[in-house]
T-cell receptor, first 114, second 113 residues
Framework: DSGVTQTPKHLITATGQRVTLRCSPRSGDLSVYWYQQSLDQGLQFLIQ???????AKGNILERFSAQQFPDLHSELNLSSLELGDSALYFCASSARTGNTGELFFGEGSRLTVL | AQSVSQHNHHVILSEAASLELGCNYSYGGTVNLFWYVQYPGQHLQLLLKYFSGDPLVKGIKGFEAEFIKSKFSFNLRKPSVQWSDTAEYFCAVTAYNTDKLIFGTGTRLQVFP
């Protein structure tokens, strides 16, 4: 158990819909990262938050947004869903920022868009 | 932009065979390098990391990796694999003092008894 909790574990929805994925980092970790893992593109970095503020941005679509709340949990919002958004979405946390050390990953949320 | 290439997408070995998984990165500056492993049904976890110093780093479960700066490589090795090493292995890199951890596409290792 990494200490990072993601919900839901599985989600099936239809095209055009909106979903929210939730992540609770390890106790005390201030940084939260979101990754998308798909068969054709591997693990893609989406976005990182540190203590409530956006820290780094990757290949995140405009239809996607994220935030980190004062209690440090984070949510990834995916809207106007398309078939190609079907993927495993991972959250990870770390204690600090810069000179990134070890990331602790959750077990992922598997999204299926039909 | 940084990128990471893992040349072997799927490797099949018998137990006790030696393993070497290739990883090359593209970035001209100082980097931090990582290997993560994902066992079936489990989350990604850190196998080993290189920040500076001795370019040969040892990780958990008998794995090691060698950073060769001139080749932009960070290959993962294990002298004798076990069935329990069956997993997906990801090489990753961050540019020095940044937070963006960029992963390779992963190598699926299957070890048969």
């Amino acid at each position: 158990d990494s200490g990072v909790t993601q919900t839901p574990k599985h989600l099936i929805t239809a095209t055009g819909q909106r979903v929210t994925l939730r992540c609770s980092p390890r106790s005390g970790d201030l940084s939260v990262y979101w990754y998308q893992q798909s068969l054709d593109q591997g693990l893609q970095f989406l976005i990182q938050y540190y203590n409530g503020e956006e820290r780094a941005k990757g290949n995140i679509l405009e239809r996607f947004s994220a935030q980190q709340f004062p209690d440090l949990h984070s949510e990834l919002n995916l809207s106007s869903l398309e078939l190609g958004d079907s993927a495993l979405y991972f959250c990870a946390s770390s204690a600090r920022t810069g000179n990134t050390g070890e990331l602790f990953f959750g077990e992922g949320s598997r999204l299926t868009v039909l | 932009a940084q990128s990471v290439s893992q040349h072997n997408h799927h490797v099949i070995l018998s137990e006790a065979a030696s393993l070497e998984l290739g990883c090359n990165y593209s970035y001209g500056g100082t980097v931090n390098l990582f290997w993560y492993v994902q066992y079936p049904g489990q989350h990604l976890q850190l196998l080993l990391k290189y920040f500076s110093g001795d370019p040969l780093v040892k990780g958990i479960k008998g794995f090691e990796a060698e950073f060769i700066k001139s080749k932009f490589s960070f290959n993962l090795r294990k002298p004798s694999v076990q069935w329990s090493d069956t997993a997906e292995y990801f090489c990753a890199v961050t540019a020095y003092n940044t937070d963006k951890l960029i992963f390779g596409t992963g190598t699926r290792l299957q070890v048969f008894p």
